[in-house]
């Protein structure tokens, strides 16, 4: 493909939103929530970031890693410690134009700041989240050769009786 051809095509096509990519209404945790329920709700939805909110606003996210660090330290009990005390308050939070947002500028934010998920506002409440393995997903479909189209079944005639 031609560069000038390439530019125009790169110029009609709309740029991906965080919207499109992001997984829409994630689960969340409160602050008081003991780790033990952050760890139940990590396992048993298959996530690794979870929002944490106080009185529906965002105030921070707790990851898989925080926990693991956490119960690291002598004294720690997941059944009695809460999140507040393994969530980070350094949250990456995209608004106010969210879910709109071009992809690329979170995915560069991310990169630069080494952030592992970008949590996405909408009239200030948790919208969606927009996570590296969600970017990895995008990076595979880019990526991938277009599928083969299958031959279709060939039929075979039924032998005459």
Same mark, same amino acid.
């Given at each position: 493909?031609? +560069?000038?051809?390439?530019?125009?095509? +790169?110029?009609? $096509?709309?740029? #991906?939103?965080?919207?499109?990519?992001?997984?829409?209404?994630? *689960?969340?945790?409160?602050?008081?929530?003991?780790?033990?329920?952050?760890?139940?709700?990590? +396992?048993?939805?298959? @996530?690794?970031?979870?929002?944490?909110?106080?009185?529906?606003? #965002?105030?921070?996210?707790?990851?898989?890693?925080? #926990? =693991?660090?956490?119960?690291?330290?002598?004294?720690?009990?997941?059944?009695?410690?809460?999140?507040?005390?393994?969530?980070?308050?350094?949250? =990456?939070?995209?608004?106010?134009?969210?879910?709109?947002? %071009?992809? $690329?500028? @979170? $995915?560069?934010?991310?990169?630069?700041?080494?952030?592992?998920?970008?949590? @996405?506002?909408?009239?200030?409440?948790?919208?969606?989240? *927009?996570? @590296?393995?969600?970017?990895?997903?995008?990076?595979?479909?880019?990526?991938? %050769?277009?599928?083969?189209?299958? %031959?279709?079944?060939?039929?075979?005639?039924?032998?005459?009786?």
């Amino acid at each position: 493909m031609k +560069n000038s051809t390439r530019a125009r095509a +790169n110029e009609e $096509a709309a740029p #991906l939103t965080v919207g499109a990519l992001m997984t829409p209404q994630p *689960f969340t945790i409160g602050r008081k929530e003991r780790l033990v329920t952050a760890h139940r709700l990590m +396992n048993d939805h298959r @996530v690794r970031h979870l929002p944490v909110l106080e009185h529906g606003e #965002l105030i921070g996210v707790v990851t898989q890693r925080d #926990l =693991y660090f956490l119960e690291t330290i002598r004294g720690v009990d997941i059944e009695d410690d809460t999140v507040e005390d393994a969530m980070t308050t350094d949250t =990456y939070a995209v608004a106010p134009d969210a879910p709109d947002a %071009p992809i $690329a500028a @979170v $995915a560069k934010h991310m990169a630069r700041h080494r952030y592992g998920c970008a949590v @996405v506002l909408e009239r200030g409440k948790v919208a969606g989240i *927009f996570t @590296v393995t969600d970017a990895l997903r995008l990076v595979a479909t880019l990526t991938s %050769p277009p599928r083969a189209r299958r %031959p279709a079944a060939r039929r075979t005639a039924a032998p005459a009786a």
